[in-house]
């Protein structure tokens, strides 16, 4: 997949003007997202389960983490993760190496990506895909399109649970990282079709296991 996205190619998207999906291609992407999410929510059942008890043992406070994210057309929706921080922690919009705001196991969660899972009901009630641009807290999003020209083209199409961005580039942790990751998200959306799709859920895969170094 590498070899499809090369430096000149990202930056050419990031000055295009990108679309959203066909009536086509949304359909394809819903079928795709609604066989592959009950696939995933049969098989990560357990693991769901145990990270709620693991959860409720660590640390006092919600099960879920609920934030206001960004989705299509930079309409605002509630997205749901299992919490991986201490309640009333101190602010930072980042998460740092080693960060004393995350419990024992929220660093597994967050790890092998187990903090994704309740997304599987954002992406059944429609707010998201299975695959696309990364869903941002909204208070990031106002800050990236103050300073970054274009950023709003990826709110063209639904975020995604993981994305071409996500699998490709390592975890963000400033403004510098949000621009790099908005070329991919602006190449998979003008470049969509079922095998990048099928890539990006390979190249998920091989992430959570530890296979790749993202």
Known sequence: MNALITTKNLHIVKNEKVKGYSS??????????????????ILSLPIGLYTIYRIRKESKGSIFFKQNRVGLNGEI????KFRTMHTNSHFNPYTEDNDSR???????????????????????????????????????????????????????????????????????????DAIEKLKYDLFYIKNWSPWLELKVVFKTVLVILGKEGI
């Not at 300073?147 to 699998?167: C, D, F, M, S």
């Open 24 to 41: 086509i291609q949304y359909s394809l992407k819903r079928i795709f997202d609604i066989i592959m999410i009950l696939l995933v929510f």
């Open 77 to 80: 929706f509630t997205c749901y």
């Open 102 to 176: 995350v419990f024992p196991y929220g660093n597994i969660m967050r790890k092998y990506r187990i903090d994704e899972l309740p997304q599987i009901f954002n992406v059944l009630k429609g707010d998201m895909h299975l695959i696309g641009p990364r869903a941002e807290w909204d208070i990031l999003v106002d800050n990236y399109s103050k300073k970054i020209n274009g950023y709003e083209k990826r709110h063209v199409v639904k975020p995604g649970i993981t994305g071409l961005a996500q699998v490709s580039y390592p975890y963000g942790r400033n403004i510098n």
